[in-house]
T-cell receptor, first 114, second 114 residues
Framework: AQSVSQHNHHVILSEAASLELGCNYS??????LFWYVQYPGQHLQLLLK??????LVKGIKGFEAEFIKSKFSFNLRKPSVQWSDTAEYFC????????????FGIGTKLQVIP | GAVVSQHPSRVICKSGTSVKIECRSL??????MFWYRQFPKQSLMLMAT?????????EQGVEKDKFLINHASLTLSTLTVTSAHPEDSSFYIC??????????FGPGTRLLVL
């Protein structure tokens, strides 16, 4: 079974600072990777996903993530955060091939200070 | 994008009563829907996978007689918490699968059992 770890549980940044949220997964086979975001008072939304191909994935709102297979990582990045990026971010993984259940990380709360 | 709704958004009930939560995919057909439970400061925990026209698949440790799932159509799945007790108080989230791997989430239902 796969597992996901997100190292930073709470991150506080000033506006315009660069962001990198760590995500590592544990699974021996091919995986699909996701980042979801939950803004305050709202439901989970898909930020970006990786199935195959270019390991650098671009998502909505200027976010990107890079899949590094050798490190079992899928870190989320944004060059310059805004106050509106304040939210909780969840990394998720499932085994590729057919449908396999998705496993979520514990989430990282990002607080952006104006 | 794909929209998933849940109803009700919050419910308070007395111990021993049953509560039904609806999950609808509004602009796409979902052969598979998922029910999650989210505890405070924890990640989403998959409870069950709901397939249209067939019995739900429950995760280990989830009582199928307590959490009844019905997926009668391609746009509606229901979760009924039977004989609810205070320990069932939680945030219940559904998601619907649009393509092979991507899930879209509902806004969640906050259940409080007194």
């Amino acid at each position: 079974a796969q597992s996901v770890s997100q190292h930073n549980h709470h991150v506080i940044l000033s506006e315009a600072a660069s962001l990198e949220l760590g995500c590592n997964y544990s699974y021996g086979g091919t995986v699909n990777l996701f980042w979801y975001v939950q803004y305050p008072g709202q439901h989970l939304q898909l930020l970006l996903k990786y199935f195959s191909g270019d390991p650098l994935v671009k998502g909505i709102k200027g976010f990107e993530a890079e899949f590094i297979k050798s490190k079992f990582s899928f870190n989320l990045r944004k060059p310059s955060v805004q106050w509106s990026d304040t939210a909780e971010y969840f990394c998720a993984v499932n085994a590729a091939g057919g449908y396999q259940k998705v496993t979520f990380g514990i989430g990282t709360k990002l607080q952006v200070i104006p | 994008g794909a929209v998933v709704s849940q109803h009700p958004s919050r419910v308070i009930c007395k111990s021993g009563t049953s509560v039904k939560i609806e999950c609808r995919s509004l602009d796409f057909q979902a052969t598979t829907m998922f029910w999650y439970r989210q505890f405070p400061k924890q990640s989403l925990m998959l409870m069950a996978t709901s397939n249209e026209g067939s019995k739900a698949t429950y995760e280990q440790g989830v009582e199928k007689d307590k959490f009844l799932i019905n997926h009668a159509s391609l746009t509606l799945s229901t979760l009924t918490v039977t004989s609810a007790h205070p320990e069932d108080s939680s945030f219940y989230i559904c998601s619907a699968r649009e393509d092979k791997q991507t899930q879209y989430f509902g806004p969640g239902t906050r259940l409080l059992v007194l």
